[in-house]
């Protein structure tokens, strides 16, 4: 129903226009441009949103802005949107729900959504020095730390922003030697990457082997040997302590080597942080919301502390609320800290923050009041499927892979574990399995049998009893054009967006020949890129079907022909 010209539309005011945030914007623009939304973004880079997943890429001249871009400024604004770009928020008057922003500007509100993101973890090393956020120090500093990252000396820098990927690629363009501290998939993206465009790499952790949160130790191993043969320096089981500095020609200090607590000193010109994230957490907890590992929310996204304000992404953390942990100091869980489940939230509270609109501007436009407990929850998220997208190298990852083939599981009678390893080139898979269903796997070098793995994931469903047959995927005599289930209509290609064969079909039946194209169309591919070589095959095999079904039309019009002479 449309609304009459004198209700009184919703007030959004969104923090944040990151990825996430955009995906916000996008699905709210409808009730926007029909007036029952009042849509006011703030955000403190003065660019169009982009994908921060591919920052790596691009520090490495691997991709270019355009391409990463994922909002649509003028569309928004087109529809009514006001965007507040290139400024703060400084604080958040819950009481009188109003945002304030660096230059004193007040923004009303009757509901708040937080997009803030994460921060990149700043390590315990000596000659860096690191802020603390605790309620105290964001009393006494607020101005210099809300909305702001922590200053990092020259020669050392993390990798979220622009900024950021702009010293890595004058780095890598000057063939100049990258010390990458952290072991994660992020880190190791931008080591390959780096390595590939023609720097000196090396990756230092403090572990036994890259990847330890996602791989067990046998895949860990076969990747690490995977690195080094791409030319990646990796070196392991090493605690960075401090860093040191040289004076540049410039007279300027800069980073000269990370020194660990084994006594290793290692000298580069350039030192990237990969330690991880940490929620963009502080103007919640000075606003006074709970707040644990991230913003805490029901699984309706609406923070405990304050039905009218909600967080999505790397910012939220979403706990069922119970007598037990209501007033507890530690809570389960963290943000998810993986795009495909912030653009699902997003999706979700805008479709639902637009139905709410629509029903206060129909029925009762003099009363905007939240709704409070017992509101519909989010779709429960699967756990996420991690991927290491890199030249020649091949990594998934889903589950818990750390039970071994030889183990007694009194806990879990029906589990089992196969494995299959060949490290001398590189490639290696574990399946885990309870009542012959997947619950996890670990496969490196191993695209197609680890395309076959995810698509028995995503269906829960059980393993072939001789478990080697799906070996056979990355055999030289596998054909994937016979192999019917990987490209079903429904199985899914996508899992940031949830683009399925049958929906970039439909694409390239429109007219999309191409990757990019198709992303365009439908979103496949424009998350983390894992699957952008998933979507070339079912484009190839589309084309090839294409082509097949044209040849036999040719074939029976000149049948016809001959007939009819």
Known sequence: MTPQPSAQPLRIVLVGYGPVGARFVEELLPAVADGVVELTVVGTEDVEAY?????????????????????????????????????????ID?????????????????????????????????????????????????????GHDDELPTGITALRDLADAQRVLTAVQARQRVVVLGAGVLGLELALAAAHAGAEVCVV????????????????????????????????????????FRDGEDGERRFDQ????????????????????????????????????????????????????????????????????????????APAGLIGPGWR??????????????????????????????????????????????????????????????????????RRVAQWADPEHHRYVKMVTEHGVLTGFASVGMPRTAAELTLLFERRAELPADRSLLLRFDGPDDDPAASGDAFAPAATVCWCNGVTVERIEESAAS???????????????????????????????????????????????????????
């Not at 921060?52 to 520090?59: G, Q």
């Open 205 to 244: 952790h403090h572990g036994p082997h890259p990847m330890p949160r996602n791989l067990d130790r046998g895949a860990g191993l076969v990747l690490r040997a995977a690195l080094r043969r791409t030319g990646v320096t990796v070196v392991a089981n090493s605690r960075a302590e401090a860093v040191g």
């Open 258 to 333: 990370l020194v660990t607590a084994d006594g290793k000193q290692l000298r580069g010109d350039l030192l990237v942080l990969s330690c991880g994230v940490s929620p963009r957490s502080e103007l919640a907890t000075l606003a006074g919301l709970r707040t644990a590992a991230g913003i805490v929310v029901h699984p309706w996204l609406a923070s405990w502390s304050d039905p009218a304000v909600f967080a999505v992404g790397d910012c939220a953390q979403i706990v069922e609320q119970t007598s037990e942990n209501a007033h507890g100091q530690h809570l389960p869980g």
């Open 511 to 565: 007219g999309c020949e191409t990757v990019a194209c198709v992303g365009r169309d439908t979103r496949a591919g424009t998350g983390c890129g894992g699957c952008k070589g998933r979507i070339g095959e079912v484009l190839a095999r589309f084309a090839a079907s294409a082509a097949e079904r044209d040849a036999v039309a040719v074939g029976d019009a000149d049948g016809v022909r001959r007939l009819a002479s």
């Open 51 to 91: 994908n921060r997943v591919l920052v790596a890429e691009y520090a490495v001249g691997g991709t270019a802005l355009d391409a990463m871009l994922v909002g649509d400024r003028a569309a928004a604004e087109s529809a009514g949107a006001r965007l507040r770009l290139g400024t703060a928020v400084r604080a």
């Open 94 to 146: 819950r009481e009188h729900r109003l945002v304030t922003l660096e230059d004193g500007e007040h923004l009303p509100y009757d509901r708040l959504v937080l997009a803030t993101g994460a921060r990149a973890n700043v390590p315990t090393l000596d000659g860096v020095e690191r802020g603390t956020r605790d309620l105290a120090a964001l009393e006494k500093h607020g101005d210099r730390l809300v």
């Open 345 to 414: 939230q997003a999706e979700w509270l805008a479709a639902r923050l637009a139905e709410e609109a629509r029903h206060v501007a129909s029925e009762r436009p003099d009363i905007i009041e939240p709704a409070r407990a017992g509101a519909a929850a989010l779709p429960a998220e699967r756990e996420a499927i991690v991927m290491l997208k890199a030249e020649h190298l091949d990594v998934v990852a889903v589950g818990d892979v750390s039970a071994e083939p030889w183990d007694e599981h009194p806990d879990h009678p029906a």
